[in-house]
């Protein structure tokens, strides 16, 4: 369509890598700005939801604005943040990475950017929308449907473009970043036209619906978060360390086994819910199983690095991304085991399932994409960071921000889960309990915040006034890094 | 696995498999449920709910109560709910046939409504805990819906609906305190809540 190998270029692989950068530069950049843009309005509505849920008639709770209510600002935040920054950020990443390893140039950035634009006006119609009551009422589904179907229109753009790349390739091997992308591409695209389709335009019967919405829900994060940061990591970790992937054949369990796993995870949300038991049944299966791959991509990141982890103190983008890993088994296993019945019937209603959320998109998806972020953006404005504390302060801010959040959460959930199961204490008596714990959310929120407003004006800083790198360090710099993925790629061969 | 035909039919049939046991299968089955009927006094359950009803979902929807409030009792061996009266029998796919939409809910911050309408009769209630819900409880964490009200001045009659407020909440001599439409059909809705009639594949749990 509109990408071309540029096979001259095949002997002069530097050469190549700059030019494939430069001609992606505006559309990647383009959805990075977006994602940065969202994640400043998500959190907005991330604080202003976790003050309501705590002090509820305090006055900066918003009491009786109903656009701002929070009803509405919660899954404000949940969708300008999986929809606004992770998505955006991810096609970024995703679109970068692929051109990157297929060694293919994009000729013109219109099509794309076009993608973008329409991607962000479907944002901003379901966000007035949904601020302006006209919630569906699906969870991560809650955008009227017109704006569903614009939001669509971009990301069927948005999978073509990533095929085209794809089946445009130069290159003989189909790297292990490669596998996850595709999945991820085909996948989103797949599910939100199901969503859509069985939930608005030809509704399905009774909890059918429920069934769909939460197969839905299981599959967005399971089959497009996860792989898309999967990608990143597994092209990261060796280019930025210059360690090969520890073991192809643990790859390849950890990539089949998602996909095997990943689409049957939804249901877990409802367990003891109105459907016939095999259903739930399937999904905590499911749900168990999923650990295998988890523990293959986790032993191969964790063995590719053995030896070297000392790395971490110097290369910032890495530590961001190995952190993200770390988070990714915590995120699975925590889902694994409040999957169990025995376990979910104290934790199912309860804030560990919000705790367990949160390990999935701010440790794990987000780290990783901020860790991306720090990598790629030089290296397409051909600039430096300035103030690196500033980056060094993200990354510290966002760690103990989280930490505190998910112990405070788990402890938290596990005291409201007990009290709800013990039909002698009165409901208003369990939500009392929770007090402490919802103002140390509301700090821990905070400080996840601040260190993300860091990471914006870092963005903001490189984008609008650091001076490109001067040319001679510049093409040293292009010539190690080109060395350095040649290495990557061949080694997991 | 170098061959990139074989990379796209796996990503399609794992993810088709998924796709038929979670999304293709129930759309299907769950659309041959029927009403049972009692034995005894041959009458049909579930009955289907009152146009407004569907209306009211809608503003339950918008108003976000979802994020809260779940809809679903879980049976005796999963959870304490029917210990702590949210219902008498676990629910099933058949009490949700009739509804346009589903909200099961995945967090109990306020308490199920599965069976509110069981346990309150009386709209006054739901307005004045959906207006004012600390003047029932202080320490209750749930907000005020205030634009699902207006305060007038009453024109004649007091209206049926009027709010009754006493204390700083009470509205000056002479005006009155109504829902709008939307808090109208939220309430027929919440009033429609009801699963306590009997389905043969859900006994009710006898202590």
């Known amino acids: 369509m509109k990408e071309t190998a540029i096979s ?21 950049l383009f959805f990075f700005g977006s994602g940065v843009f969202w994640l400043v309005v998500a959190s ?141 591409f085909l996948w989103f695209a797949w599910m939100y036209a199901t969503a859509n389709i069985a939930l608005e335009i030809a509704p399905a019967p009774g909890v059918a619906q429920a069934a769909i919405n939460w197969w839905y829900v299981g599959a967005l994060v399971q ?70 791959p988890v523990f293959a991509v986790a032993a191969n990141f964790h063995l590719s690095m053995k030896g070297h982890f000392g790395m971490l103190r110097d290369h910032l983008p890495l530590r961001f991304v190995l952190t993200g890993t770390v988070v990714y088994t915590a995120f699975s296993l925590a889902g694994s085991v409040i999957s169990t019945r025995s376990i979910a019937q104290f934790t199912q209603f309860t804030f560990v399932t919000v705790m367990q959320n949160q390990l999935g998109l701010f440790g794990f998806y987000s780290m990783i994409l901020f860790g991306a972020f720090y990598y790629i953006v030089p290296k397409l404005l051909n600039r430096q960071w300035l103030f690196p504390k500033l980056v060094e302060a993200h990354f510290w801010l966002i760690v103990v921000g989280f930490v505190l959040l998910v112990f405070d959460l788990t402890i938290g959930g596990l005291i409201q889960g007990f009290g709800l199961e013990d039909p002698q204490i009165p409901m208003i008596a369990v939500n009392d309990l929770l007090g402490p714990f919802l103002a140390i959310q509301d700090f821990a929120a905070l400080l996840l915040v601040a260190g993300n407003l860091g990471f914006v004006v870092a963005f903001m800083l490189i984008l609008l006034i650091s001076r490109p790198v001067r040319q001679r360090e510049a093409a040293i710099e292009q010539s190690n890094e080109a060395s350095e993925s040649t290495e990557a790629e061949v080694s997991v061969a | 696995m170098n061959k990139i035909t074989g990379l796209f039919f796996g990503v399609f049939v794992l993810f088709g498999a998924a796709w038929f046991g979670l999304v293709a299968y129930p759309y299907l089955t769950f659309a041959g449920l029927r009403q049972a009927k009692d034995d005894a006094t041959g009458a049909l359950a579930p009955q289907g709910n009152p146009g407004t009803a569907a209306q009211g979902a809608r503003v339950y929807a918008a108003n976000g109560c979802l994020y809260c409030h779940s809809q679903f009792v879980r049976a005796q061996d999963e959870g304490n709910d029917i210990d702590r009266k949210w219902g008498t029998r676990r629910t099933v796919a058949r009490d949700y046939m009739f509804d346009r939409q589903v909200f099961l809910g995945t967090s109990r911050l306020g308490a199920d409504l599965s069976n509110v309408g069981v346990r309150q009769t009386d709209p006054q209630w739901f307005y004045r805990i959906l207006y004012s819900p600390q003047t029932m409880s202080p320490e209750v964490s749930m907000p005020a819906y205030r634009w699902l009200f207006v305060t007038r001045e009453i024109q004649g009659q007091p209206s049926v609906d009027a709010l009754k407020l006493e204390g700083p909440e009470a509205p000056s001599p002479g005006y009155e305190i109504v829902p709008t439409e939307e808090g109208k059909v939220l309430v027929g809705y919440l009033l429609s809540l009801k699963k306590n009639y009997p389905l043969p594949e859900a006994p009710e749990t006898t202590e």
Request: include cysteine; proline fraction near 6%.
């Open chain 1, 223 to 292: 089959l497009w978060l996860t792989p898309v940061a999967l990608a990143t990591a597994y092209y990261l970790i060796p280019v930025i360390s210059g360690r090969p992937i520890y073991s192809y054949k643990l790859a390849l369990l950890g990539f089949w086994g998602l996909a095997l796993f990943g689409g049957w995870t939804g249901m877990t949300h409802v367990i003891g819910g109105p459907f016939p038991a095999w259903i739930v049944t399937a999904s905590i299966v499911a749900k168990v199983l999923l650990m295998i």
């Open chain 1, 44 to 184: 907005a509505f991330y604080l202003l939801s976790s003050w309501q849920i705590h002090t509820p008639s305090a006055w900066w709770a918003f009491p009786g604005v109903a656009w701002l209510s929070f009803g509405r600002a919660y899954p404000a935040f949940l969708n300008c943040y999986i929809y606004g920054w992770a998505t955006c950020a991810g096609i970024g990443t995703g679109i970068w990475l692929l051109s990157r390893l297929n060694g293919v140039t994009l000729r013109s950035p219109l099509f794309p950017v076009i993608a973008g634009l329409v991607w962000n006006i479907g944002m901003i119609s379901g966000l007035f929308s949904l601020l302006a009551g006209a919630s569906t009422g699906r969870q991560l589904l809650e955008f009227p449907s017109y704006s569903a179907f614009i939001l669509f229109f971009a990301l069927a753009m948005i999978s073509l473009w990533a095929m085209t790349i794809v089946c445009n390739r130069k290159r003989g091997i189909v790297s292990i970043s490669e596998w996850y992308l595709v999945g991820a």
């Open chain 1, 8 to 28: 001259e270029l095949e002997s002069h692989p530097e050469a190549a890598t700059e030019l494939i950068d430069r001609s992606i530069r505006v559309p990647v």
